[in-house]
């Protein structure tokens, strides 16, 4: 048995290694909708609050096309607990750059609204 210690893993040209049979998150974000405070992310720019319920993530190295996949969820634990998400949606823009919008239901009324835990990740090819 040999054990294996590396702090970097590059290939033969250089560049990052790729991964075989496997799929790893390409981007990551955790933040606070209510406050647009970013927790940890990973390839990813910024975060922009554009409107209530609306935030834009672009990240910092572009997806191979503009078909990738986006996982969202979002959490409440303060005002907005007593408000259920009942949809998700996230749109793609472009190769850098996808909406998050949270629709909410509170006592009949529907809304868009932000949510103090956020979460996304994204799933593909990078360019």
Not at 34 to 43: M, P
Request: proline share 0%; glycine share 12%.
């Amino acid at each position: 048995m040999s054990t294996l210690k590396a702090d970097t893993i590059q290939s033969t040209g250089g560049g990052a290694a790729t991964l075989t049979k496997q799929s790893a998150a390409k981007a990551w974000i955790n933040f606070d909708g209510t406050t647009t405070n970013i927790r940890g992310s990973f390839n990813v720019s910024s975060q922009t609050d554009v409107s209530s319920g609306r935030d834009q993530i672009t990240l910092t190295n572009a997806m191979s096309n503009a078909g990738y996949s986006i996982g969202y969820i979002v959490g409440s634990t303060g005002a907005n607990s007593t408000t259920a998400a009942t949809n998700r949606l996230a749109t793609l823009l472009t190769t850098t750059v996808y909406d998050l919008n949270t629709v909410y239901v509170s006592g009949g009324t529907t809304g868009l609204g932000n949510y103090e835990q956020m979460l996304s990740n994204v799933h593909g090819d990078l360019a």
